[in-house]
Nanobody
Framework: VQLQASGGGLVQAGGSLRLSCAAS????????MAWYRQGQGKQRELVAS???????NYVDSVKGRFTISRDNSQNTVYLQMNSLKPEDTAVYYC???????????WGQGTQVTVSS
């Protein structure tokens, strides 16, 4: 499975960005696609996840501002980020995992920088 993330950039506080992550390869069965982020000097944290059955989860700090969605026909996951804050600055990574597997597949990361 290969993941290709895109959509990062520089934006002012209060602005919006949309990240995309396209998966290719052996995509089948129940699975989850998720976005993580890692700020400078910080541990990587889960931001949002979207399961193939439609369930979604968010970390508290982004609830009401970020929306994760999937296009299963295109094996693509999106992260719409609104009302961005400087503390959202990080490298954002997408991840794919089949639910009956312990193997994670990661995209290459895309930088999001929010200026104050």
């Amino acid at each position: 499975v290969q993941l290709q993330a895109s959509g990062g950039g520089l934006v002012q506080a209060g602005g919006s960005l949309r990240l995309s992550c396209a998966a290719s390869g052996n995509i089948f069965g129940a699975n989850v696609m998720a976005w993580y982020r890692q700020g400078q000097g910080k541990q990587r944290e889960l931001v949002a996840s979207a399961f193939s059955n439609g369930d979604t989860n968010y970390v508290d700090s982004v609830k009401g501002r970020f929306t994760i969605s999937r296009d299963n026909s295109q094996n693509t996951v999106y992260l719409q980020m609104n009302s961005l804050k400087p503390e959202d600055t990080a490298v954002y990574y997408c991840k794919y995992r089949r639910l009956l597997s312990s193997v994670d597949y990661w995209g290459q990361g895309t930088q999001v920088t929010v200026s104050s």
